[in-house]
């Protein structure tokens, strides 16, 4: 006992399991339900009042960095923002009570898919404690409530393995597109544009945007362009014209990202540091259009 | 047994992600819509299921409730005092039925403590119904309330696809 190291990771990792990744029933049974947990409708239009598209933004781009700051399972940001979606397409709220119910997203969908998820005291912590944990408890209740207790909800993550697993990449590259795809799935998870599309296409388009960005730089792919995109929509059964709008989509998204975090650079308000501690900005770095 | 924490990932001191995002916070606003949305479940979960979650009564409707003596239910599921072992018993702690919410109908096998009729089961594909075999059966699940199981009388047509 007196060996025990406390340095280890204290999360721990299932192997990934080939009853689940290389049965294309699990594949097939994805995309089956998948639209089942897409937003009823677009709220800003028929719904919300006192919410606002840029406020979304703001709540989303605050989530995601908590999750980052908490180093959260990847799959945790995007899965909140489909409960938050979820509920705002039913819900008229006042924009004052957003931050709370992202906090309230964040902690359910933590709870669903981490082995150590994120406390009601910390997320508060975070809201720089404008609401209580108290609160916070309650209103998971309401969301709950909302949501009719479908948390698990199908998010483009579930995709990815299933796609990766299915195009003639060279095994060492394919950590690099999982990785670059992942970032993207947050990008969109960011932007209400993509709210409603199914998470495979979200996939899809992530995978390829991940492998032209890649591309550029080196030899990652030997099937590039509309073969390489005739390829992937099949994997999803995605329209080949709905694929490519949605990857330019992603490849756009990804452009004012870059615009913006040079902007923020050029304004010294971020130090090096504080950028490095990220590690969502820091893939979308090495990405060169 | 120790649980593993996650206090590695403390917040860092200064951290740009601890902000308000929209000014102050009403507590009042809050409270008084949270009640108002929670009484809007119940209120589903009323007419849903026929049954009172509040006064756990049952109530004129599509669904027979019946009474249940001494199903022999784990204990986690008979209602108790604090539930410490939840989540530090600070919750609120409704109706363990009120959680339920309004389960939709594919959910119904998994909410209900209920008798099927025998031509509102679903059989599944190339299993057409060979009698006796699920018919009539008893499908128990105790969470939707500890003392009463339902029978139902009314098929639904409107089950969402």
């Known amino acids: ?289 | 047994m120790a649980e593993p924490s996650r206090d590695a990932q403390q917040i860092p001191r200064g951290s740009k992600a601890c902000r308000r995002l929209f000014g102050p916070v009403d507590s009042e606003q809050l409270r008084r819509d949270c009640d108002a949305l929670m009484a809007g479940c119940v209120q589903e979960a009323r007419e849903r299921w026929n049954f009172d979650f509040v006064t756990e009564t049952p109530l004129e409707g599509d669904f027979a409730w019946e009474r249940v003596w001494g199903l022999g239910l784990p204990k986690l599921y008979l209602p108790a005092g604090p539930r410490d072992d939840l989540g530090g018993g600070k919750r609120p702690s409704p109706s363990p039925a009120l959680l339920q919410g309004t389960a939709q109908e594919d959910h119904l096998d998994l909410s209900l403590t209920c008798t099927l009729m025998p031509h509102t089961l679903e059989r599944p594909e190339g299993s057409p119904g060979a009698p006796g075999t699920s018919q009539g059966r008893k499908r128990r699940q105790t969470s939707m309330t500890d003392f009463y199981h339902s029978k139902r009388r009314l098929i639904f047509s409107k089950r969402k696809p």
């Open chain 1, 1 to 289: 006992m007196e060996l025990l190291c406390c340095e280890v990771d204290p999360v721990r990792r299932a192997v990934p399991d080939a009853n689940l990744l290389y049965d294309d029933r699990v594949l097939q049974n994805l995309l089956t339900i998948e639209e089942r947990y897409l937003p009823q409708c677009s709220y800003f239009k028929c719904v919300q009042k006192d919410i606002q598209p840029y406020m979304r933004r703001m709540v989303a781009t605050w989530m995601l960095e908590v999750c980052e700051e908490q180093k959260c399972e990847e799959e945790v940001f995007p899965l909140a923002m489909n409960y938050l979606d979820r509920f705002l397409a039913g819900v008229p709220t006042p924009k004052t009570h957003l931050q709370l119910l992202g906090a309230v997203c964040m902690f359910l969908a933590s709870k669903l898919k981490e082995t150590i998820p994120l406390t009601a005291e910390k997320l508060c912590i975070y809201t720089d404690n404008s609401i209580k944990p108290q609160e916070l408890l309650e209103w998971e209740l309401v969301v709950l409530g909302k949501l009719k207790w479908n948390l698990a909800a199908v998010t483009p993550h579930d995709f990815i393995e299933h796609i990766l697993r299915k195009l003639p990449q060279p095994s060492e590259k394919l950590s690099l597109i999982r990785k670059h795809a992942q970032t993207f799935i947050a990008l969109c998870a960011t932007d209400f544009k993509f709210a409603m599309y199914p998470p495979s296409m979200i996939a899809t388009g992530s995978v390829g945007a991940a492998i032209c960005g890649l591309q550029q730089d080196e030899d990652v792919s030997s099937l590039t362009g509309d073969a390489l995109v005739d390829l992937l929509a099949k994997i999803t059964n995605t329209d080949v014209d709905c694929l490519k709008a949605c990857q330019e989509q992603i490849e756009v998204v990804l452009l004012n990202s870059l615009q913006q975090f040079r902007q923020d650079q050029g304004d010294g308000s971020k130090s090096e540091d504080e950028l490095d501690q990220a590690s969502t900005p820091t893939d979308v770095r090495d990405i060169d259009l």
